[in-house]
């Protein structure tokens, strides 16, 4: 991961609503340095090995967010991606490379909480906690979305949920504080308010 020389990691902010990237970029900036691009093609243009984080905007006009994510992983870019959606998720995000999912409207706090941790947890440069993570993520926004029964229909979804646990008892070994960071994350709201 990468950090300007003040040490702030860069998130890029891409959202084809001009107002709602801009406010993501005006509650980011005190903390972050942000930039900020108004659509996929932009925001293909705008990223390099600079950007720490992504929040990206799953429904646009020019380029699905879907599509900005995938090119993103093939470019080799692995920074923090959160997925930014007013849209349902539904059981194909099990198989997406992006580190969070959070439901519009996003309050500030949800906002910062999400891009320290995710951020964080790419420094620590462990692969299990960033994978950790980016399951349970995807786990618990389908299940405020879902059904049991939707649910119960996917076997990839039990198959995540036993990965989450195999992952979640191999780090709570080798991490002291991981019953800390495993609340600080469920803490997160994924879901509109």
Do not use: W
Not at 7 to 13: K, N
Not at 34 to 58: F, K, Q
Not at 134 to 159: F, Q, R
Request: overall charge negative.
């Amino acid at each position: 991961m990468s950090s300007n020389a003040g040490g702030r990691p860069t998130v890029l902010v891409v959202d084809d609503e001009v107002a709602v990237a801009d406010v993501f970029a005006l509650k980011l900036q005190e903390e972050y340095d942000t930039r900020v691009a108004y659509g996929g093609e932009e925001a293909l243009e705008a990223i390099d090995e600079s950007v720490d984080a992504v929040l990206l905007d799953r429904r646009m006009p020019d380029i699905h967010g879907d599509e900005v994510l995938a090119a993103i992983r093939e470019r080799g870019y692995d920074c923090v991606v959160v997925m930014t959606t007013a849209v349902d998720p539904d059981l194909n995000i099990l198989e997406m490379d992006f580190d969070d999912y959070l439901s519009k409207p996003i309050e500030t706090e949800t906002l910062l909480t999400t891009l320290d941790q995710q951020i964080d947890s790419k420094r620590s440069g462990d692969p299990k906690l960033e994978e950790f993570f980016a399951v349970v993520s995807k786990i618990e926004v389908l299940e405020a979305e879902l059904t049991p029964a939707e649910l119960a229909e996917s076997d990839e979804y039990e198959e995540r949920k036993r990965e989450a646990e195999r992952l979640g008892r191999e780090l709570q070994e080798s991490h002291a504080d991981f019953e800390e960071i495993v609340d600080t994350f469920r803490d997160i709201s994924r879901n509109s308010p």
